[in-house]
């Protein structure tokens, strides 16, 4: 399932609708600034960020599931079941897939779909238990290099999650190998992080893309997170999309004796809504984890000029309500 998330402040006022942003705020780390670094740990930008930027948190997965799933109650669940296919019509009130980029419910609803195609990255991933001021004075640390993006961030007092983005040139099945590799000229102190996880412990993944859906369901079945829209994780919107979808899907069905048309009506929503981070998301990699001696020159030069206000407004805009059309 992944090591830790990194919650935005949209994922967060998704989670106050759900009365719970207090507790899982509580669980994780707030980040109030980050740096971006070259490989060997020389500043390019350090950003304050103010405003609700002010409120994004990394915390470990356990952390929120833990808490999603004491909210809910155990019991309600039905576990160690493999969905390996759907027939249509389904006998239910509703069918909600929320089962992930390869989507078995997707596949049943969209069988001449073309299957998820690979995106030209892999991704490194783990947690290494430390001391809370590893990082020294900032909460998350980007070391973009030559074709490679580092990012290591607090996820609670004494566990620091970091990820690996490495072009496919880079990719191998040996982890401790591609981990020599992508580390080699890294600054001390990142690579001394890394190399604290427990090398059995390092996921290592192919990241996948899909194209965005013209319609997700179909009758009472519909589509949830990266079911309906995965995204790169160079978007850090993967869980706050998913949380957002939660809320607009209660929104929908919640006054309604018809569900079937509550179900169009909240994939009408978010269709607009997550079809700009589809199409981010290899925009954004393209320059954070590319070879172009040209890209990384643009990128490096527009981090140093941006500034840090305009950082924040962007994280901010996250927050605005996405679901006003839900509301009526």
């Known amino acids: 399932m992944g090591f830790a998330l990194a919650l935005a402040p949209n994922a967060l006022a998704a989670l106050d609708e759900l009365g719970l942003r207090q507790i899982v705020v509580s669980r994780g780390v ?3 600034s980050f740096e971006v670094r070259r490989p060997d740990g020389s500043a ?8 609700a930027a002010m409120h994004s948190i990394v915390l470990l997965r356990s952390a929120l599931h833990g808490t999603l799933l004491d909210t809910v109650g155990r019991e309600s669940l039905l576990l160690d079941r493999r969905v390996t296919g759907l027939t249509m019509p389904v006998s239910a009130e509703v069918i909600i897939g929320a089962d992930g980029v390869g989507s078995v419910v ?15 990255y892999h991704a490194l991933r783990g947690v290494s238990e430390v001391a809370g001021d590893a990082l020294g004075a900032t909460d998350f640390a ?114 309604t ?9 909240y994939e009408d ?3 607009a809504r997550t079809r700009r981070a589809i199409a981010a998301g290899p925009r954004i990699a393209s320059l954070t984890t590319t070879r172009s001696r040209g890209r990384i020159l643009v990128r490096d030069a527009a981090i140093r000029l941006t500034p840090g206000a305009v950082v924040s407004w962007a994280l901010n805009t996250h927050a605005r309500d996405p679901h006003r059309a839900l509301r009526d």
């Open 30 to 32: 707030g980040v109030q």
């Open 269 to 271: 929503v978010r269709a």
């Open 257 to 265: 004796r018809d569900p079937i048309a509550a179900l169009r009506r």
């Open 106 to 120: 997707r596949r049943a609803l969209h069988p001449d779909e073309a299957p998820p195609r690979a995106s030209g």
């Open 44 to 51: 390019i930008k350090r950003v304050v960020l103010r405003g």
């Open 142 to 255: 980007v070391y973009l290099g030559d074709g490679v993006e580092i990012g290591l961030a607090k996820a609670s007092a004494t566990s620091i999650y970091w990820y690996v983005s490495v072009v496919d040139e880079f990719a191998g099945p040996d982890v401790s190998a591609m981990l020599e590799r992508v580390t080699r000229g890294l600054d001390d102190r990142a690579v001394a992080i890394i190399r604290a996880a427990p090398l059995a412990g390092v996921r290592r993944d192919q990241l996948f893309t899909r194209a965005p859906l013209v319609r997700w369901g179909d009758g009472n079945v519909t589509l949830l997170g990266d079911a309906a829209h995965p995204v790169l994780p160079h978007t850090a919107q993967g869980a706050a999309l998913a949380l957002e979808d939660a809320v607009a899907l209660g929104l929908a069905v919640r006054h």
